[in-house]
Structures are given as structure tokens and as C-alpha cells.
């Protein structure tokens, strides 16, 4: 079993580090309610009005007074049709309305009898259903009450959160603003796709898994390219981007070997807070800030690994609870599921590990058959990460703890 440098920083800790230099970028934007899927609310959203406005009926049928059936089989004259945006006279004395879902519920009502227990004759109706006073009706206000908190500040704006904020007139909404992102690559030995394939080379898969990502998480993201292995290079790249953005965001070249320049290049152009994490894939993960030419202001900066696995396991650890972070977000970890192992796991590590898995037909935890970081389709394989303490192995049947996609790529 390997031993784990002493250096090496534990993830909680590591991330407490980002978390803490995340303050809340500003001020907030006001944008239409229709554009602002997936952005960050920056202040609560009460609402100005009852949902509903008014009574109205459930159901297809007959907007009856209660008082006047006291027996299946009574019979009552049908006054008037109302259908739902329009508004029906008062309802008298042995008068039922014919009404439509949705339709304001008459003066005089308080009961609506579905059509399936009416059988209507000309202008009357024979109500085959006694009904209670309020059957059918959805009261005024009884999903939002006038005033209420219908979405609260610091929310990720899901399609269900648009539709609510609609629901009670919301036309604009006040959100954090978008995260200004520089994406840099470092290698050599990286291609771009539809470029031939050189000997000694790879294609440079990591740009447009990080590109992504970004913007999944609401991003403005800058695509600044591949920067040569050159140290003068790397620190002239990093120098421009931190001006204008918000995050620095590199990959590969955080290692400790003569070709990474990106740990000396953020040390000479500003500060470096945390590097290396004791953490499988993922231990070469840094994290500081970058001086910019004017205003004593700096642009934070994280280094991520080359490997693509090791790269996308520490942005869905690190960088999106930052990201989510700086935009104010109240929620920014995942669940966790404590699921069966479908997989036996021998080879525990001195590290935390992340495993990439899936659940199978019978809800356990399916472990890819190959963990090499270098391995990306085991990232499109699988559907979450199996959360893994140190020196721990697992049989199949043991609990694991399971963190699904469905939150961390959302």
C-alpha cells in the first residue's frame, strides 16, 4: 500500500480554502424572467398576488350551492356556462351553472359536481352526488398567498422556479452575475480535434470537457486556447486573462515535473493558497490569485490536472462548488446515496478516491472495471462517483456512498 505524503492537504479542508476566498461577485442583474435558467437569484421573490386570484373549479361539471342538494337526484336549473377567463353572474336559489376548469367559481357557489355524476336534461340538471361545501373548489390563495417567499435569494433557477415566478407576474428577476471564466490548456503534446494526429501527441479532449462545464454551471467562458510548455508563455497567458476575468482556469502542467510551469508561473504573478490533494484521481490540484496591472484587484486562479478523469473529478469537486460559490449559491454539494455495491473494490488507496460508476437494473452501485485516470470513457459509462474513504475497500452488497451526475453536472 502506497504511503500518503504528509503534505498532501485533505479535501475538506482544501475545499473550506476556496469556499472561504469565494465572496459573492456583484452587483446583481436584473434580466427577464424567460432568460434566466440556470442563473443564481440575488434577492428573494415575494409575490404580489394570490395564487389563485380567486376561487375557481377543479373540475369539469356544475357549480352548485350545497344547501340545495340534500338528496342524489335533484334536479336544478342550469342558468349559465362559464368557461375559464370569463366571469359568471350569481348563482340563485335552485340554479347550477355549467363550468369548466379552471372558471371562476360564481357568487352563491361553493360546490362543484363533476359532469360524471350529472346528467343534464335541456336547460336543467339532475345531480346524482350530494356534494360537501368546497368539493372541487380551489380556494383563493391556497397555492401562494399574497406577500409570500415563492423563491429565495441564492436558488439556482431550475424550468419549474421560472414557471412559478411567471405564475405570480414576475416579469425580471434579480441574479448573481455570470462568472467571467479564462480557460487555458497547457501541453505540448495536445491537438486540436480535426487537426492530423502526430506521433508523441493527443487530442486536446480536456478543452472542451472544461468548456462544458462551464458552461453548464451559467459560465461566460473565454476559450483562450493552448499555451506552449514555456514558462515566459505560460505567465504572459495567465498575466492578460486574470485583466478581464473573474477565474483562471488552467489544465495540466500543475505537476512537479521540468515541463509544468503553471505552479512557478501563478507564484511569480501572484500567491498560491493550496496545491496537491490527498485525493485519487485529482492530487495535483492548485488554487491562488493573479495580480492584475491596476487597481490592486486579482483574479483567482485554479489549476486543474491533466489526466481528462483526474481534471473532470476535481472540477465537479473543487471548481463547481466555487463557481456555484461566487454567485451566491445556498447549495453547492451534492447529495450523497448510500446504495449496495453491485462490485468488489480490493485496492484501497492512502487517498480519498472517487470511482466512476453506475447504477445498474436493480438500483447498486456498478464499479467501471478500469479506474485509470486517463481512461475519460469511464466518465460516459458511468452515471456518478462512488465517494470512497481512505484505506477502505468494499465487497458487493457493502453500502457505498454514491454521488449521482444528476447533481454535480447540474
Given at each position: 500500500m502506497n504511503s500518503k505524503p504528509s503534505d498532501l492537504i485533505e479535501m475538506e479542508a482544501a475545499l473550506q480554502i476556496l469556499l472561504q476566498a469565494a465572496r459573492p461577485l456583484g452587483p446583481a442583474e436584473q434580466i427577464p424572467t424567460i432568460q434566466a435558467l440556470g442563473?443564481?437569484?440575488?434577492?428573494?421573490?415575494?409575490?404580489?398576488?394570490?395564487?389563485?386570484?380567486?376561487?375557481?373549479?377543479?373540475?369539469?361539471?356544475?357549480?352548485?350551492?350545497?344547501?340545495?342538494?340534500?338528496?342524489?337526484?335533484?334536479?336544478?336549473?342550469?342558468?349559465?356556462?362559464?368557461?375559464?377567463?370569463?366571469?359568471?353572474?350569481?348563482?340563485?336559489?335552485?340554479?347550477?351553472?355549467?363550468?369548466?376548469?379552471?372558471?371562476?367559481?360564481?357568487?352563491?357557489?361553493?360546490?362543484?359536481?363533476?359532469?360524471?355524476?350529472?346528467?343534464?336534461?335541456?336547460?336543467t340538471v339532475i345531480v346524482q352526488h350530494v356534494p360537501k361545501a368546497g368539493e372541487w373548489v380551489r380556494p383563493l390563495g391556497c397555492d401562494?398567498?399574497?406577500?409570500?417567499?415563492?423563491?429565495?435569494?441564492?436558488?439556482?433557477?431550475?424550468?419549474?422556479?421560472?414557471?412559478?415566478?411567471?405564475?405570480?407576474?414576475?416579469?425580471?428577476?434579480?441574479?448573481?452575475?455570470?462568472?467571467?471564466?479564462?480557460?487555458?490548456?497547457?501541453?505540448?503534446?495536445?491537438?486540436?480535434?480535426?487537426?492530423?494526429?502526430?506521433?508523441?501527441?493527443?487530442?486536446?479532449?480536456?478543452?472542451?470537457?472544461?468548456?462544458g462545464l462551464l458552461q453548464g454551471l451559467g459560465c461566460?467562458?473565454?476559450?483562450?486556447?493552448?499555451?506552449?510548455?514555456?514558462?515566459?508563455?505560460?505567465?504572459?497567458?495567465?498575466?492578460?486573462?486574470?485583466?478581464?476575468?473573474?477565474?483562471?482556469?488552467?489544465?495540466?502542467?500543475?505537476?512537479?515535473?521540468?515541463?509544468?510551469?503553471?505552479?512557478?508561473?501563478?507564484?511569480?504573478?501572484?500567491?498560491?493558497?493550496?496545491?496537491?490533494?490527498?485525493?485519487?484521481?485529482?492530487?495535483?490540484?492548485a488554487f491562488g490569485s493573479l495580480r492584475r496591472a491596476a487597481g490592486g484587484t486579482t483574479a483567482h486562479f485554479i489549476g486543474l490536472p491533466g489526466n481528462p478523469v483526474s481534471s473532470f473529478v476535481t472540477f465537479l469537486m473543487f471548481v463547481r462548488p466555487f463557481l456555484l460559490a461566487l454567485q451566491g449559491a445556498n447549495t453547492c454539494g451534492p447529495r450523497v446515496l448510500r446504495l449496495p455495491s453491485a462490485s468488489d473494490w480490493l485496492k484501497a488507496d492512502t487517498r480519498r478516491e472517487f470511482l466512476r460508476a453506475r447504477l445498474d437494473a436493480d438500483g447498486r452501485v456498478e464499479l467501471f472495471p478500469n479506474q485509470n485516470s486517463a481512461v475519460l470513457t469511464s466518465t460516459v459509462w458511468s452515471d456518478g462517483l462512488v465517494d470512497n474513504a481512505p484505506d477502505k475497500t468494499f465487497k458487493a452488497g457493502d453500502l457505498v456512498n454514491f454521488l449521482p451526475y444528476s447533481d454535480l453536472l447540474n
Open positions: 442563473r443564481v437569484l440575488a434577492a428573494d421573490v415575494r409575490s404580489p398576488i394570490d395564487v389563485p386570484p380567486a376561487a375557481n373549479t377543479q373540475m369539469d361539471g356544475y357549480a352548485v350551492r350545497s344547501a340545495d342538494l340534500g338528496q342524489p337526484g335533484t334536479r336544478l336549473r342550469v342558468t349559465q356556462r362559464i368557461a375559464a377567463g370569463h366571469v359568471g353572474q350569481a348563482l340563485g336559489a335552485g340554479e347550477a351553472a355549467r363550468i369548466f376548469t379552471g372558471a371562476l367559481i360564481p357568487e352563491g357557489a361553493d360546490a362543484v359536481v363533476m359532469q360524471e355524476q350529472c346528467v343534464a336534461q335541456a336547460d401562494v398567498q399574497a406577500g409570500s417567499v415563492v423563491l429565495r435569494a441564492g436558488h439556482r433557477l431550475r424550468p419549474q422556479d421560472l414557471g412559478q415566478a411567471a405564475s405570480v407576474g414576475i416579469a425580471t428577476l434579480a441574479v448573481a452575475p455570470r462568472p467571467r471564466v479564462a480557460l487555458l490548456s497547457t501541453g505540448d503534446e495536445l491537438t486540436q480535434p480535426g487537426a492530423p494526429l502526430r506521433l508523441g501527441a493527443i487530442y486536446n479532449s480536456n478543452r472542451f470537457l472544461l468548456a461566460a467562458v473565454t476559450d483562450l486556447g493552448q499555451v506552449p510548455d514555456r514558462l515566459d508563455a505560460t505567465q504572459d497567458a495567465m498575466r492578460q486573462a486574470a485583466e478581464a476575468h473573474d477565474l483562471v482556469l488552467t489544465s495540466g502542467g500543475v505537476s512537479v515535473g521540468g515541463e509544468d510551469h503553471v505552479k512557478p508561473a501563478v507564484q511569480s504573478l501572484g500567491r498560491l493558497a493550496l496545491w496537491q490533494i490527498a485525493m485519487k484521481p485529482g492530487k495535483p490540484l
